[in-house]
């Protein structure tokens, strides 16, 4: 028996959204063998990673705080992927972002008011989209790969906070711990219901999503990204320029990635400290794709892949899974994602080999 | 005498479409037989099975009398089958050798391989130089490659698709000489084309189908062209109207001294063309692929601009400086020759393609959001004036055939209006009454005061439908001449140029 791929007249969205559900229950499948393989209770990684936060209602508000950064990166990122313009460094934009929003609430350490909050959300944007565009310069001017530039930033990024939270920023009160001090009151992201950790930033998270689907798919702009991935050379012929497409993606991307720093700092963290960086800039690569580049697609992926993030912790403590588990699936995420997608242009058929070499002789 | 080759009731179904329905015939040992028929009438889906890179629903195939399945090509090849692809799967940085060693199934010496390459040329009088580097020989040299390579492999039938859209009169003449000394030595000729008047040249038997269904089996010589054109669209043939006592305007495009930087590595840039074209005038560009009229395309719709203001002026307002959104918004549209990627995007649905060149002229967008519901009617109101077979304006422009995406694009462009309009290769691999259908409205558009370039390989093309015409070689425009005064004798050697080396003294000044 042999099978082949034939291209379909059309590509398939039935499969469009078969794909990412097969390459979630894929993940759970053969993460449970190899983990068995491996010595460890394989049925139960799993239940833990991917049930255990669904079904505990204390969970809830773990999965709504690690889903907000995931899904801004992720939105951002779908719009630069939708135009190939491949940001791989959202990680040092959003630590770039958080370190701009420190930065304001260091300077107004001490002030109250209400714009203090709407500053650092500037700053951290701007810092983002300042650092996104190191890369789309280069990309444009000099036609460097965006992918290694971008990426390379990002432990650039990480070196920064080292630098800044041990000197100039150093908490004088710290007793030599390398972090800063705690922001005041006015410059700490509030939380929306009370007496949960589940801040401001959930809701946000939300909405970016929801206005950056509606750009995508009802503007201009969202018709130029997704001309310029789909067919660079029909996008050039439509007017849209390469470069100027470049910036754009970039810019945003970088922006939304500062966005969720400076949330992040804000919220959770309330100072910035040496372990800032979660690797959300990095994680969202998966979301981004496993909610197929559609901003919708991509809250559902970042809740999806919060649980992975949220169950590895629980695993870690309920069956003393290691807490490298939780990128093993993630990445397994990814992997059958990606190789699923497959299906989408093509069909698996069988053939029938025997009568292939007949009349040869 | 036994069959070579025969299809008994093939049948293909595509999701919503049946392909080949119920096809039989036979091919008999030396005989050239064409296969013809419009755009989506299914050859290239029975090509395709016949070659293996499909297999048929229903139906047998049979060769030499038994009845195979061919599994894939390197299973045709075995059985004795090659096919000559329009197009060609080359290297171009890579010499002639090379390029055929890289296709051959079995590895062979190199040295062998020469000299099996040099006897097979000698023995059909096809002309190559084996460590040419492809990049510097011409299409229709290019094609003897192909052929080479078929022909390396001893074929008991060979299978040409559209072999000649792309050559010179002179290059087709050749061609024809060896298919004929290949099959007097008995081997098959599948020759697919939508050229009728090559096929009544060449070919002792045409099978001609029609929405996939096989609906006559003829001899070519015994049938007019016209005769066959109607069976083949399976209605009259329309002649295109021309209105009576038309008199050309005052100069609307008007290009001076307009250069291309060379951009690509085998990429022919446009140097120092000049040419008028007068609104109601149609203004033809002949010339073998490959000459600068890519480049020429882009430098006029605008992907390549120029530095010069008034390089390119419409109605006396330069628009040198201008993208093609700007060039758009002036009146200029384009149509490039590739379809699929360039001229609209397979992934995207024929009303999204309607947005890329039609939503500033039409009015699709209203602050910085996209008006859906005019691109969808525009794209209906195309659909309809130019027939094109599509679901819908929902349909995805890549599961479009070839020549129902060209006229979707060109109506595209006609019903935008534009006062001038620049269009290459407008009929390329288009069925007859397709092409008939674009022509008319090429010349419409001109009857009602707009100027147009026709950039063609295509000569029956540039000579029914253009007053002027001009050939481009090397990225050099020959000084443009009245076409009634033109004889396709004259242009083919001006086409030749440099490649030909019937005449190298026509090359123009």
């Not at chain 2, 990627?341 to 602050?367: K, P």
Request: net charge positive; with cysteine.
């Amino acid at each position: 028996m042999q099978f082949r791929l034939e291209k379909r007249r059309e590509p398939s969205r039935l499969m469009t959204y078969v794909t990412p559900v097969a390459a979630v229950v894929l993940t759970m499948l053969v993460g449970a063998v190899i983990f068995s393989a491996i010595g460890y209770d394989g049925v139960g990684a799993v239940r833990e990673i991917f049930l255990t936060p669904l079904t505990n209602a204390y969970k809830w508000q773990d999965l709504g705080v690690k889903a907000a950064p995931l899904i801004i990166i992720g939105v951002g990122l779908s719009i630069a992927y939708r135009a190939n313009v491949w940001n791989i460094g959202a990680e040092g934009q959003y630590v770039i972002g958080g370190l701009a929003g420190t930065g304001i609430a260091l300077l107004t350490y001490g002030m109250t008011g209400w714009w203090i909050l709407p500053l650092m959300v500037l700053a951290g944007m701007l810092g983002g989209m300042a650092y996104a565009s190191i890369p789309a310069l280069l990309k444009t001017r000099l036609n460097v790969n965006e992918i290694l530039t971008s990426l390379m930033l990002t432990y650039v990024s990480v070196q920064l906070i080292y630098y800044l939270i041990r000197a100039p920023w150093k908490d004088p009160m710290g007793m030599g711990f390398p972090q800063t001090r705690l922001f005041s009151e006015a410059a700490r992201l509030p939380t929306i219901i009370p007496g949960t950790i589940v801040h401001l930033g959930v809701p946000i998270a939300v909405v970016v999503g929801l206005i950056a689907w509606f750009i995508m798919s009802r503007s201009v702009f969202g018709y130029r990204m997704r001309v310029v991935g789909a067919a660079p050379h029909a996008a050039r012929y439509g007017g849209f320029s390469e470069n100027k497409t470049i910036w754009l993606a970039m810019l945003v991307s970088g922006g939304l990635a500062g966005l969720a720093g400076v949330l992040e700092v804000a919220g959770p963290f309330q100072r910035m400290v040496p372990g800032f960086p979660t690797n959300y800039g990095f994680t969202a690569i998966i979301v981004a794709f496993l909610g197929r580049l559609n901003p919708l697609g991509v809250i559902v992926a970042g809740v999806v892949l919060a649980i992975t993030f949220v169950g590895g912790e629980v695993a870690q403590t309920t069956i003393g899974l290691p807490n490298a588990a939780t990128g093993i699936f993630q990445a397994m995420m990814l992997f059958f994602l990606l190789a699923g997608d497959i299906l989408i242009k093509y069909r698996l058929r069988r053939v029938v080999p025997q009568a292939a070499t007949a009349g040869t002789a | 005498m036994p069959y070579r080759l025969q299809l008994q009731g093939i049948t293909k179904r595509f999701p919503g479409v049946l392909a080949n329905d119920d096809v039989s015939f036979a091919v008999i040992p030396g005989e050239i037989h064409a296969l013809l028929g419009e755009n989506g009438a299914g050859k290239s889906t029975l090509v395709k099975m016949i070659y293996g890179i499909m297999q048929p629903d229903a139906g047998e195939i049979l060769w030499d009398g038994v009845p195979v399945t061919v599994a894939n090509p390197k299973a045709a090849r075995r059985l004795g089958i090659g096919m000559v692809f329009q197009h060609f799967s080359l290297f171009e940085a890579l010499t002639v050798l090379e390029n055929i060693a890289l296709g051959m199934d079995a590895r062979i010496p190199g040295r062998e391989l020469e000299a099996r390459i040099r006897a097979v040329m000698l023995k059909y009088g096809l002309l190559l130089d084996p460590h040419r580097t492809v990049a510097t020989l011409s299409v229709g040299e290019r094609q003897r490659i192909e052929i080479v390579r078929a022909l390396l492999l001893d074929p008991k039938l060979l299978i040409m698709d559209e072999p000649t859209s792309v050559l010179t009169p002179q290059e087709v003449e050749q061609l024809f000489e060896v298919l004929r000394k290949l099959a007097a030595q008995g081997c098959s000729i599948l020759y697919i084309s939508h050229k009728l008047h090559e096929i009544k040249a060449l070919c002792d038997t045409a099978t001609i189908l029609r929405g996939g269904r096989l609906v006559d089996t003829c001899d070519p010589k015994a049938e007019t062209s016209r005769s066959m054109a109607e069976k083949m669209i399976g209605a009259g043939l329309k002649d295109i109207v021309r209105g009576e006592g038309r008199v050309l305007g005052v100069p609307k495009l008007v290009v001076s001294r307009l250069r291309t930087k060379k951009s690509g590595h085998f990429d022919v840039p446009v140097d120092d063309v000049s040419f008028t074209v007068k609104a109601g005038e149609i203004f033809g560009i002949a010339g073998v692929a490959g000459n600068g009229q890519n480049a020429l395309l882009d430098a006029l719709s605008g992907e390549i601009r120029s530095d010069d203001k008034d390089a390119i002026t419409i109605d006396g307002y330069g628009i040198g400086l201008l993208d093609t959104t700007g060039r758009r918004k002036r009146g200029l549209c384009a149509v490039p020759e590739e379809r699929n990627g360039h001229a609209a995007v397979g992934d995207f649905t024929l009303s999204d393609n309607s947005i890329l060149t039609a939503r500033d002229r039409l009015g699709m967008v209203m602050l910085g959001l996209i008006n859906s519901g005019a691109a969808r009617t525009y794209t209906g109101k195309v659909i309809a004036d130019f027939a094109v077979k599509a679901l819908g304006p929902g349909s995805m422009a890549g599961s479009l055939s070839g020549g129902n995406l060209q006229k979707y694009i060109m109506g595209r462009e006609i019903l935008q209006k534009p006062s001038v309009l620049v269009v290459s290769q407008p009929t390329w691999g288009v069925d007859a009454g397709a092409a008939a259908a674009i022509h008319q409205a090429l010349v419409d558009l001109a009857a009602a005061g707009s100027a147009i370039v026709v950039i063609s390989q295509d000569l029956d093309e540039l000579r029914a439908l253009c007053d002027t015409l001009a050939v481009i070689n090397m990225g050099r425009l020959s000084p443009a001449r009245p076409v009634a005064e033109v004889t396709v004798e004259e242009i083919g050697l001006l086409m030749g140029g440099v490649h030909g080396a019937e005449a190298p003294d026509a090359i123009p000044a």
